[in-house]
Every structure is written in structure tokens, then in C-alpha cells.
Antibody
Framework: EVQLVESGGGLVQPGGSLRLSCAAS????????MSWVRQAPGKGLEWVSV???????DYADSVKGRFTISRDSSSNTLYLQMNSLRVEDTAVYYC????????????WGQGTLVTVSS | DIQMTQSPSSLSASVGDRVTITCRAS??????LNWYQQKPGKAPNLLIY???SLQSGVPSRFSGSGSGTDFTLTISGLQPEDLATYYC??????????FGRGTKLEIK
């Protein structure tokens, strides 16, 4: 059974850093397109980042240069390192897996809440 | 970047109704259009991929159509459990793989 479990969210001050983790089971992270998608309180979905099976990465302009997506094959875990956090980064962060090259996100975690506030 | 415009932003319908939600892309995206359902307090769930292909396990009352810039999600025979917000997402070419702003569906 495919499962994605996020962790690492919490309260952080503006300018601070946080690392989110997404532990995967039932499939191999490094063989799939993996993404982070966020949702600010009461708002819609915002695509954040992707890491492709080949290892290349892409980011939304809103996080480019501040966030880094990565993965660890030994632990089968996806990460999102978030630096220079801003109040507007406050959101529930979901990790998700695309099962086709058409990049449809078929599996999602339950999400982890990041709150950036002083 | 490709912009996705969904309409309406909200709607109210009765059980058994046929409901249509539209999504328009700012440029042609071929059939690289996905639809998601998000129930309150839950993660999104993939309904339709490739504009018209039904994801495994999704009830057949959900269907998608369109290509190029204009797309439609149809729910034929609305059920109480369809209360949710629906999002389109384009996955054409390179990122960002942008989402529409969502359509909140309420049951009368």
C-alpha cells in the first residue's frame, strides 16, 4: 500500500528555517516524480516544487532560491528545506507522488502545518 | 507561466443534479489537465487525468472533457458526499504546474 507521511511542520519566526520530511512506503521515491504542494489557511492549492526521477528539480518563483527539494534513497524520504521563511509561507504543506509522466498527483500525504509568525 | 481560470468559484446544487465546472488555460495545454477533489480538512484526491481519463476507484458519475484551452468537469447525478472544493491543474510542458483557484460545491 502506498503511503506518504509528512512531518517537521511547526511555528517558526520570519527569517527562520525548517525542514519538512515525507516518509514514503509502498514504492520507491527515487523512481518517481515527487512534489510539494501547499495550501495557505482558507486558500487554494499552490504548487511549490518537483524532483524528477532523474534528480532534476524545479520551483515556483515564490520559493525559488529559498526552498530546496531533495530525497534520500536509503530512507525512502522526500525533503523540503525551507530557509528565509516569510509570513506568506504559512500553509499546510503536502507531499505528493505523480504516477504518470503527465504529472497527475495520484497520491498525497495528510499534510503538515507550517506557521511563520513572530 | 500558464494561468488557470476556473468558474464558477462556488455553486450550490441538489442531490441528483448534473453539475458542470469549467477551467480555462491562458494558452493551449493540449490535454495536460487534471482535476482534483478536496473534501474539508482532507488532502486532495485525483479524479481525472489527461483531461478525460478517470482515475482508478473514482465513481463513474465524474467525467472530464476538453482540449487546448477549455476544459470541463461534469458530475452526473450529484451525491451528498460530493460536497467538496474542486481544482483543475495543468501539467503541460515545464513547471510551474499551476492550479486553478478552486470551485466550492455545496449541496442544497
Amino acid at each position: 500500500e502506498v503511503q506518504l507521511v509528512e512531518s517537521g511542520g511547526g511555528l517558526v519566526q520570519p527569517g527562520g528555517s525548517l525542514r519538512l520530511s515525507c516518509a514514503a512506503s509502498g514504492f520507491t521515491v527515487s523512481s518517481n516524480y515527487m512534489s510539494w504542494v501547499r495550501q495557505a489557511p482558507g486558500k487554494g492549492l499552490e504548487w511549490v516544487s518537483v524532483i524528477y526521477s532523474g534528480g532534476s528539480t524545479d520551483y515556483a518563483d515564490s520559493v525559488k532560491g529559498r526552498f530546496t527539494i531533495s530525497r534520500d534513497s536509503s530512507s525512502n524520504t522526500l525533503y523540503l528545506q525551507m530557509n528565509s521563511l516569510r509570513v506568506e509561507d504559512t500553509a499546510v504543506y503536502y507531499c505528493a507522488r505523480a504516477i504518470r509522466t503527465t504529472y497527475d498527483l495520484a497520491y498525497w500525504g495528510q499534510g503538515t502545518l507550517v506557521t511563520v509568525s513572530s | 507561466d500558464i494561468q488557470m481560470t476556473q468558474s464558477p468559484s462556488s455553486l450550490s446544487a441538489s442531490v441528483g443534479d448534473r453539475v458542470t465546472i469549467t477551467c480555462r488555460a491562458s494558452q493551449s495545454i493540449s490535454n495536460y489537465l487534471n482535476w482534483y477533489q478536496q473534501k474539508p480538512g482532507k488532502a486532495p484526491n485525483l479524479l481525472i487525468y489527461g483531461a478525460s481519463s478517470l482515475q482508478s476507484g473514482v465513481p463513474s458519475r465524474f467525467s472530464g472533457s476538453g482540449s487546448g484551452t477549455d476544459f470541463t468537469l461534469t458530475i452526473s447525478g450529484l451525491q451528498p458526499e460530493d460536497l467538496a472544493t474542486y481544482y483543475c491543474q495543468q501539467s503541460y510542458s515545464s513547471p510551474p504546474y499551476s492550479f486553478g483557484r478552486g470551485t466550492k460545491l455545496e449541496i442544497k
